[in-house]
């Protein structure tokens, strides 16, 4: 799809994002890159000011930046307040979403007798779906998936290469799973008795509401109990684990490598940096942000920020921080003082 600059304008004002073009409105755009690889014909953005330096040398047919910036040398702006989400809505106008290959029903998937698959689902060749499974409308489901007796599958989900859904499970409509995960599966739950660690059945499952997307490689431990749930817009990166029973709130993002223990509770809007870490048995409040590296072994209090080891308040952790980089110096402060202090205690010895 080509567009006008002025085109793309009027379609970014449809969508809620006031946009005014500065240049030449009848220049066309097919595509969006990065100011670094955009050349003729592409849209780029600029959000962050540190790569405002990018700026001058792009050779991107147009820009979308905020009001107030005033580039460095000529060049076709659209200026919005948000460039960011207006980048993402070109994104979606001019290139669309991924488009699965059309298997219709494989005849070569193996779907047991008393499955219902809804109208106009895609299942790949080599998908392995139980008995007693309710797949909603248009779902696609690539090869090797596998989906346990029971399972409830809402409307538009897709499934990518090697997804297994154990039995029981539920996944609201939109749901979005990446290759290689696994929803399901037992989680760590174990009596010790007579110092040996004896198996609890894990009689629970888990619930993904609407619009939730897993990144790939990821692991969602069944409850022990009633439910794990991962609750409606929350979004996952790659190589998370979820442990049994505990609940993750509407629109969070986590980003790879968090791991997450038994029986927590997690807020609405919380966000979850790189390999962080959560003790089990906690409660993190509606929109709080967990630092990368950081290790939760306490509740979080909404809106509030952590990192660390074990993770404290940012602004505490920047002292920390700042304190330990002082360290070295302080050691050799305190070697002088005590050598200051020694040869005082020599003289004084000597007068006595």
Same mark, same amino acid.
């Given at each position: 799809?080509?567009?006008?600059?002025?085109?793309?304008?009027? =379609?970014?004002?449809?969508?809620?994002?006031?946009?005014? @073009? +500065?240049?030449?409105?009848?220049?066309?755009?097919?595509?969006?890159?990065?100011?670094?690889?955009?050349?003729?014909?592409?849209?780029? =953005?600029?959000?962050?000011?540190?790569? +405002?330096?990018? /700026?001058?040398?792009?050779?991107?047919?147009?820009?979308? @930046?905020?009001?107030?910036?005033?580039?460095?040398?000529?060049?076709?702006?659209?200026?919005?307040?948000?460039?960011?989400?207006?980048?993402?809505?070109?994104?979606?106008?001019?290139?669309?979403?991924?488009?699965?290959?059309?298997? $219709?029903?494989?005849?070569?998937?193996?779907?047991?007798?008393?499955?219902?698959?809804?109208?106009?689902?895609?299942?790949?060749?080599?998908?392995?779906?139980?008995?007693?499974?309710?797949?909603?409308?248009?779902?696609?489901?690539?090869?090797?998936?596998?989906?346990?007796?029971?399972?409830?599958?809402?409307?538009?989900?897709?499934? =990518?290469?090697?997804?297994?859904?154990?039995?029981?499970?539920?996944? $609201?409509?939109?749901?979005?799973?990446?290759?290689?995960?696994?929803?399901?599966?037992?989680?760590?739950?174990?009596?010790? !008795?007579?110092?040996?660690?004896?198996?609890?059945?894990?009689?629970?499952?888990?619930?993904?509401?609407?619009?939730?997307?897993? $990144?790939?490689?990821?692991?969602?431990?069944?409850?022990?109990?009633?439910?794990?749930?991962?609750?409606?817009?929350?979004?996952?990166?790659?190589?998370?684990?979820?442990?049994?029973?505990?609940?993750?709130?509407?629109?969070? /993002? =986590?980003?790879?490598?968090?791991?997450?223990?038994?029986?927590?509770?997690?807020?609405?809007? @919380?966000?979850?940096?790189?390999?962080?870490?959560?003790?089990?048995?906690?409660? !993190?409040?509606?929109?709080?942000?967990?630092?990368?590296?950081?290790?939760?072994?306490?509740?979080?209090?909404?809106?509030?920020?952590?990192?660390?080891?074990?993770?404290?308040?940012?602004?505490?952790?920047?002292?920390?921080?700042?304190?330990?980089?002082?360290?070295?110096?302080?050691?050799?402060?305190?070697?002088?003082?005590?050598?200051?202090?020694?040869?005082?205690?020599?003289?004084?010895?000597?007068?006595?």
């Amino acid at each position: 799809m080509t567009l006008t600059l002025r085109e793309l304008a009027d =379609f970014l004002a449809s969508v809620g994002m006031v946009c005014t @073009v +500065e240049g030449d409105e009848a220049a066309t755009v097919a595509s969006v890159a990065t100011l670094e690889d955009a050349g003729e014909g592409q849209i780029s =953005f600029l959000s962050n000011p540190k790569y +405002e330096k990018d /700026l001058i040398a792009t050779k991107a047919t147009a820009v979308l @930046v905020r009001p107030e910036l005033q580039p460095k040398r000529k060049m076709n702006l659209l200026r919005t307040a948000d460039p960011y989400a207006a980048v993402t809505a070109c994104i979606v106008r001019l290139h669309g979403y991924r488009r699965h290959p059309q298997w $219709g029903v494989s005849p070569r998937a193996h779907i047991a007798d008393g499955a219902q698959i809804g109208a106009d689902s895609n299942i790949a060749p080599g998908v392995h779906i139980e008995a007693d499974v309710e797949i909603g409308e248009r779902a696609t489901l690539y090869p090797g998936v596998y989906v346990a007796r029971g399972c409830r599958i809402g409307r538009e989900v897709t499934l =990518f290469p090697n997804v297994v859904i154990y039995e029981n499970c539920v996944l $609201g409509d939109r749901v979005t799973i990446h290759a290689g995960t696994v929803i399901g599966e037992d989680g760590l739950g174990y009596a010790p !008795i007579n110092e040996k660690w004896v198996k609890i059945p894990q009689i629970g499952n888990v619930v993904l509401g609407d619009d939730v997307e897993i $990144g790939a490689n990821c692991a969602i431990d069944r409850a022990t109990l009633g439910n794990t749930v991962i609750s409606s817009g929350t979004k996952f990166s790659n190589l998370i684990a979820i442990g049994h029973g505990t609940k993750i709130g509407e629109d969070c /993002l =986590f980003v790879a490598q968090v791991g997450i223990a038994g029986s927590v509770t997690v807020g609405r809007h @919380v966000t979850m940096a790189g390999q962080a870490g959560v003790v089990g048995h906690i409660q !993190i409040g509606d929109h709080a942000t967990v630092g990368a590296k950081a290790g939760v072994v306490n509740s979080i209090e909404p809106h509030m920020t952590v990192l660390g080891q074990p993770a404290v308040p940012i602004n505490e952790c920047k002292r920390q921080v700042a304190v330990t980089q002082k360290l070295p110096a302080m050691k050799k402060d305190m070697l002088r003082l005590r050598r200051d202090v020694d040869e005082l205690i020599k003289q004084i010895e000597s007068r006595k």
